[in-house]
């Protein structure tokens, strides 16, 4: 069982920018997959980036060019960069870490873009 805890969340201004972290309990040097997804209020959950081990990053159309992740697997940590945020991107973001024959996700943290 792998825990993930998302942390880096908060309140920001239009504009500004966040650094999202997903720390995983174990290693996370052989996963598949990493991806984030966000949950605004009323809404479905959305794939907001999903990165493959083959190289193959999509992300969203509403956060191209603004969001980037990145993985540290020495501190098995995955990160979303979030810059020149906007108020649509409010939401609770969540990280899923895919192996081979399980994935996870962690609980979520709170985004909230408002002047």
């Known amino acids: 069982q792998v825990q993930l805890v998302e942390s880096g969340g908060g309140l920001v201004q239009p504009g500004g920018s966040l650094r999202l972290s997903c720390a995983a309990s174990?290693?996370?040097?052989?996963?598949?997959?990493m991806g984030w997804y966000r949950q605004a209020p009323g809404k479905q959950r959305e794939l907001v980036v999903r990165?493959?081990?083959?190289?193959?990053?999509n992300y969203a159309d509403s956060v191209k060019g603004r969001f980037t992740i990145s993985r540290d697997n020495a501190k098995n940590t995955v990160y979303l960069q979030m810059n020149s945020l906007k108020p649509e991107d409010t939401a609770v973001y969540y990280c899923?870490?895919?192996?081979?024959?399980?994935?996870?996700w962690g609980r979520g943290t709170q985004v909230t873009v408002s002047s």
């Open positions: 990165s493959t081990s083959d190289g193959s990053t």
């Open positions: 174990g290693s996370i040097s052989s996963i598949i997959a």
């Open positions: 899923k870490l895919d192996w081979r024959w399980y994935d996870y």
